[in-house]
C-alpha cells in the first residue's frame, strides 16, 4: 500500500551516520510511496558506517545549503554516533530540523539522532527515546526519555538502535503519513 504517494521527505545525514539506519528507513519510505532525499551539509557522497567500520557511500541529492524545509512533508535523521555529533553543531542543520516543529510537521530520529533534536532546541515536554548513552542529554534538555523500541510523541517518531528498525519503520510511515500535527 502507497500510504505516502505525493509526500517528499528529507534525510538529513552527513558522514558517519549509521547504515541500516538510513538505508534500511529510506528503503521503506520508498516503498510506501515517498520521494525520499538525503539532505547533507557535504556535497557528492557521504560514507556510512557499520558500528566503528566503515560501510558504503550515498549520493547526497539536495545540499543543506540549497534545501527548502517548506518543500518537504517529513525529516528523518539518522543514527550512528559522528553523524548526528557533526549535525549538531550546524547551525544550518539545526535550523532545518527545527523549522519542521514549528509547523508540525512529522519528524523521526533513531539512536543518536536525537542529538540534533537536543540541540535544535524542540525536546522539552517530548517523550522520546534513544541510544541509552544519550538519555542523561535528553533528560537534561526537558525530554522525557523512555527505554522502548520505538515512542511516539505528536508526530515525532525516536526509536533506540538498529533493532528497532521494523518498529521505527512502521510508525515513522504511520505518523508520515498523518501529515501535519497541532503544535505540542
Known amino acids: 500500500m502507497k500510504h505516502l504517494n505525493g509526500k517528499k521527505v528529507a534525510i538529513l545525514a552527513t558522514n558517519g551516520f549509521e547504515q541500516a539506519e538510513l ?15 538525503i539532505v547533507s ?24 545549503d540549497e534545501a527548502d524545509p517548506d518543500e518537504f512533508d517529513a525529516l528523518m ?11 549538531r553543531t550546524n547551525i544550518d542543520a539545526l535550523r532545518f530540523a527545527k523549522s519542521f516543529f514549528e509547523v508540525g510537521k512529522p519528524v523521526a530520529a533513531i539512536c543518536h539522532g536525537p542529538w540534533v533534536l537536543i540541540d535544535a532546541g524542540v525536546v522539552k515536554g517530548r517523550k522520546l527515546t534513544s541510544w541509552p548513552a544519550i538519555a542523561t542529554d535528553v533528560r537534561n ?16 517518531v525516536t526509536s533506540r538502535k538498529p533493532d528497532d528498525i521494523p518498529a521505527f519503520n512502521e510508525k515513522m510511515i ?7 500535527h497541532k503544535a505540542a
Open 23 to 37: 538505508e534500511e528507513p529510506k528503503r521503506a519510505l520508498e516503498e510506501a510511496g515517498a520521494d525520499v532525499k
Open 141 to 156: 534538555a526537558g525530554g522525557n526519555w523512555i527505554d522502548r523500541e520505538v515512542v511516539v510523541d505528536n508526530g515525532l
Open 77 to 87: 535523521i539518522p543514527g550512528g554516533l559522528m553523524n548526528p555529533d557533526e549535525l
Open 174 to 180: 504511520e505518523e508520515f503519513a498523518e501529515g501535519i
Open 41 to 64: 551539509p557535504e556535497s557528492g557522497e557521504i560514507q556510512g558506517m557499520h558500528h566503528a567500520d566503515k560501510g558504503d557511500t550515498f549520493k547526497v541529492d539536495l545540499p543543506l
